[in-house]
């Protein structure tokens, strides 16, 4: 593995080619790199926005998304992942998340890349609050982002009413 | 036994960074919701069963049948809204 550090939270923006780069890293086996960008859109439910503040679980975070990329690892033959997540304030046409898989070919680093932004939209503990003309509001997660990670054959509720005790 | 809990997003607006709670041996996490709860007033509001909220023990997302042993860190919040 790399030795950059394969999960990073920070307020600094991001570089994405300075990222491949060091992912690749004189590896001569990678054949496919896969990348995805976040960027924080100028609206929302119709709605302009001015900037978003994302809060998250100081530890929790790190150890929740070196997880998902163990069962990332396990499910497909990738040769390095790394992962930048943006905190506090964020405003719109900022970067917001960076996933980077290599792999030897395509189709495992296209996958590696998307299962990675499923899981981490309902199973990392970020919290995004939206500031606009009405105000600021805490943003409501999404079923359809439950029904994204289940493709995967991991049931989420993270969304979804909590079932009964 | 001795918990502590921490709280996030709105949850956090409404209670502060977190706290600790005296709870008997066995106690799961829905029976500390429950007893946060109990202390009334913005505890109610923003715990209530009204609310639908996610938790976690010691780092990880858990259910709330999740039972606690002495010294957890459990987490309350609403649900998660990354990436």
């Known amino acids: ?44 439910d119709g709605a302009a926005l001015e900037a978003l503040e994302l809060e998250h679980y100081p530890g929790m975070t790190e150890a929740s ?80 982002d439950d029904a994204a990670l289940a493709r995967w054959g991991i049931a989420a509720t993270n969304a979804a009413d909590a079932p009964a005790r | 036994m001795k918990v502590a ?21 066995g106690t799961d996490v829905a029976a500390l919701r429950d007893a946060l709860i109990a202390r009334g007033g913005r505890h109610a509001q923003a715990l209530g069963r009204q609310r639908m909220l996610r938790s976690a023990r010691n780092l990880a997302l858990c259910s709330e049948e999740t039972v606690l042993v002495d010294g957890d860190e459990v987490g309350f919040f609403p649900p998660l809204t990354g990436g």
Do not use: N
């Not at chain 2, 809990?5 to 041996?25: D, K």
């Open chain 1, 1 to 44: 593995m790399p030795a950059s550090p394969r999960v990073v939270i920070r307020h600094e923006d991001f570089d994405l080619a300075t990222e491949v780069a060091a992912l690749r890293d004189g590896d001569g086996g990678i054949g496919a790199i896969a990348t995805f960008v976040g960027i924080v859109r100028d609206r929302h």
């Open chain 2, 5 to 25: 809990v921490r709280y996030f997003a709105s949850v956090r607006e409404a209670l502060g960074t977190g706290e600790s709670a005296q709870v008997e041996p």
């Open chain 1, 65 to 144: 998304i070196e997880a998902m990329i163990d069962e990332a690892v396990r499910r497909f033959d990738l040769r390095g992942v790394r992962v930048v997540h943006r905190i506090g304030r964020l405003e719109p046409m900022h970067q917001i998340v960076l996933v980077v898989v290599a792999a030897a070919h395509r189709g495992e680093a296209f996958q590696a890349c998307e299962f990675l932004m499923d899981y981490m939209k309902t199973q990392a503990p970020f919290w995004k609050k939206e500031t606009g003309a009405a105000g600021s509001r805490w943003v409501d997660a999404r079923v359809t």
